[in-house]
């Protein structure tokens, strides 16, 4: 159905000679499945093909974009506020994370002013083609290429109308009125904003929230519909290797801790851009929340613990979880897994008593009786 549908696509407008954009990817990797594990933005999204993971491009389609001269900062700011850029990426999150999609690679742009390689491809999620659903949607635009230029989606002319039906019905971009506005709070790093929220947190128990990113396997970046805030979270209970992290702002890169990679992968897998729930229990000196997250009901220092990638920590005694935490990690332990591979239990074994000889032992004084009147 996959192929029926691309060559359909080809054929439309073309003709049935037309063989479709040049495309100098080898054959064998022209076309693959995989399990979407992050929408980076409205235009690129993160394919796990077996173990390998592949950062594809959407052939043909613009993601919103600022108004020119208009500094919306940092990319995780622009996120909110680009107009409809929010909306673009929620689109995708919504339907693709976790799902099985299979991909078609249309061309590939080499690195170029600062920009690495960008593989461009065409996405689909079962017979539907996503470049033309966010594009009916007025969350994404059709770039323009030039009439020669074979570097285009093979469903090009499909985009095309999509984006004429778009604008016909004044669906996102193309509505004229106010865009969406998100005035979001960022806690990170402000521990007297995240202090005054944290009443408010611990009151309600559990609450939803999206992750973000994940920057390591107990260190976590969420946004709280509820509140309209980003917050830094950090799994409550565990002590959790680190993951290796890269040279920035002057500081120079540090190498991981033995199966800090490991677990960073792990918990990415279990939770990245999915809707979880978190309870907070307290936040520390510089503003971060801590507390345990749960996915699909699992509580995530659980699941590191019972894959021996973290250890309990000796705060979670005083914590509600303490005896889930006690029985993982004693699983872990038995199976030696991961940091406990070298794990060699210790036996305390009793001391018998030695024989004490007769002459160490002092008779007991016989009782002395005294006559009294009572």
Not at 194 to 207: A, D, N, T
Request: hydrophobic letters at 35%.
């Amino acid at each position: 159905i996959f192929q029926e549908r691309k060559q359909w696509y080809q054929r439309r407008v073309r003709g049935k000679n037309f063989e479709g954009p040049v495309c100098t990817v080898p054959k064998d990797q022209k076309e693959f499945s995989g399990r979407v594990t992050e929408i980076v933005n409205g235009e690129v999204l993160v394919i796990k093909v077996g173990s390998v993971y592949k950062r594809i491009t959407m052939s043909s389609i613009r993601q919103p974009r600022p108004a020119e001269g208009v500094d919306v900062g940092p990319p995780s700011r622009a996120l909110y506020e680009v107009p409809y850029l929010f909306e673009a990426r929620e689109f995708l999150r919504k339907r693709l994370i976790g799902k099985k999609v299979n991909a078609s690679v249309d061309y590939v742009r080499p690195a170029a002013n600062g920009y690495p390689e960008r593989v461009c491809a065409s996405v689909f999620l079962g017979n539907q083609n996503i470049q033309e659903a966010i594009v009916s949607k007025g969350l994404a635009t059709v770039a323009w290429h030039k009439q020669d230029d074979d570097e285009r989606a093979a469903n090009y002319d499909a985009l095309v109308l999509a984006q004429e039906k778009a604008k016909k019905n004044k669906v996102g971009v193309h509505h004229g009125g106010e865009p969406p506005i998100h005035k979001v709070a960022d806690l990170a790093g402000n521990a007297a904003k995240s202090k005054q929220f944290l009443p408010f947190l611990q009151r309600i128990g559990r609450l939803h929230a999206n992750v973000e990113f994940v920057a390591s396997g107990s260190r976590i970046r969420v946004y709280i519909p509820r509140d309209t805030c980003l917050a830094t979270f950090l799994l409550s209970g565990i002590s959790c290797p680190r993951a290796a992290r890269p040279a920035i702002k002057g500081q120079p890169a540090t190498p991981a801790d033995p199966y800090g990679d490991e677990a960073l992968e792990f918990i990415k897998d279990q939770i990245m851009q999915r809707e979880v729930e978190i309870e907070v229990e307290s936040c520390d000196k510089a503003g971060n929340f801590i507390g345990y997250l749960f996915a699909e009901d699992k509580n995530m220092s659980v699941e590191l613990v019972k894959e021996g990638l973290a250890k309990m920590h000796f705060t979670a005694e005083r914590g509600k979880y303490f005896d889930h935490l006690s029985r993982a990690e004693a699983d872990a332990k038995v199976a030696r897994k991961k940091v406990w591979k070298d794990y060699v239990e210790t036996v305390v074994e009793k001391e018998e008593a030695s024989e004490i000889s007769d002459s160490n032992i002092s008779e007991p004084s016989a009782p002395q009786l005294k006559e009294v009147v009572v």
